[in-house]
């Protein structure tokens, strides 16, 4: 999938970097939801966080600027919401281990364990806002519907979302998602 043409810096369009190794003057950077689970997630994945640790370690101690799409965000708090809240309601018996949480506003909304859950939300947003230097941003009202309808037949929405963000900021994509390390035109750094 083809994107429009961007030029960021001095840095051909389409570069695939792997850390360490990205040009000293990169800094704009866009998170993939996987990323924020990664470092930021109920449950963080350890052996990912290892992996992404650096880069992300990097980018918050340069300030350098990190865009997040505002779907993007929302995505990373509805994934926090349901893990958090499985995990609780199978810690008190309220859901079998070999269940799936389903949100359910009308149950959910006035149950304790999710009054929990937002004030880890609130505490885990808090992290993140004093840690990067984040700008929140959305494409969507810039993107063509033919273009939207054409790119999610390569790609989930969300990552087209996020591939125009990286576009439109001249950004790089700190991701280890296939769809968009694929993705012509756009600038990603995936750990090793």
């Known amino acids: ?6 030029q960021y810096l ?6 695939k970097f ?11 950077f866009v998170f993939d939801t996987n990323v924020l689970i990664y470092m930021h997630g109920f449950i ?3 052996r990912m966080a290892r992996k992404y640790g650096p880069i992300v370690e990097h980018i918050a101690s340069s300030r350098a600027n990190v865009y997040i799409d505002k779907v993007v965000l929302g995505e990373f708090i509805n994934r926090y919401i349901n893990a958090s809240m499985e995990y609780k309601l199978k810690q008190n018996g309220s859901l079998n281990s070999d269940e799936k949480f389903k949100f359910n506003k009308q149950i959910h909304r006035d149950c304790l364990q999710y009054k929990e859950v937002l004030k880890e939300i609130n505490v885990i947003l808090h992290q993140i806002q004093s840690t990067y230097n984040l700008q929140l941003c959305s494409t969507i009202f810039s993107i063509n519907a033919d273009i939207i309808t054409d790119s999610i037949a390569h790609m989930e929405f969300n990552d087209f979302l996020i591939a125009n963000v990286a576009e439109a900021e001249h950004a790089i994509i700190v991701t280890n998602d296939k769809d968009l390390t694929g993705c012509q035109n756009i600038n990603t750094l995936t750990a090793k």
């Open 10 to 15: 001095n840095i051909k369009n389409n570069m």
């Open 44 to 46: 963080p994945n350890e």
């Open 1 to 6: 999938m083809q994107l429009r043409a961007t």
């Open 18 to 28: 792997t850390w360490p190794n990205i040009p000293a003057d990169c800094n704009r």
